[in-house]
């Protein structure tokens, strides 16, 4: 049974960091390529980062500059480190293997004063 479980969200002020942290089972997760994603009230949920399982990367353009994926393949595990975050990034985020499974509960992250 595949299991992701994403971690790390919190309230941060702009300008503040945060690190997700998703980690995964029932995958071969050293061959598997690797999302993050993020669903803001209203909004149609829409992919910010990948990860192949190479370690190549591809970002949002909005984010671009500001966050970070990686992949630690000795613990099945996916990041997201988020730097100079505003409030236009406040969402919940989810990661997701590529081509997508059905999704988990996320983690919420709230940018704000």
């Known amino acids: 049974q595949v299991q992701l479980v994403e971690s790390g969200g919190g309230l941060v002020q702009p300008g503040g960091s945060l690190r997700l942290s998703c980690a995964a089972s029932?995958?071969?997760?050293?061959?598997?390529?690797m999302g993050w994603y993020r669903q803001a009230p209203g909004k149609q949920r829409e992919r910010v980062a990948l990860i192949t399982s190479g370690g190549s990367t591809g970002y949002l353009e909005s984010v671009k500059g500001r966050f970070t994926i990686s992949r630690d393949n000795a613990k099945d595990t996916v990041f997201l480190q988020m730097n100079s975050l505003k409030p236009e990034d406040t969402a919940v985020y989810y990661c997701?293997?590529?081509?997508?499974?059905?999704w988990g509960q996320g983690t919420q992250v709230t940018v704000s004063l």
């Open positions: 997701n293997k590529i081509p997508e499974l059905p």
């Open positions: 029932g995958i071969i997760f050293g061959i598997t390529h």
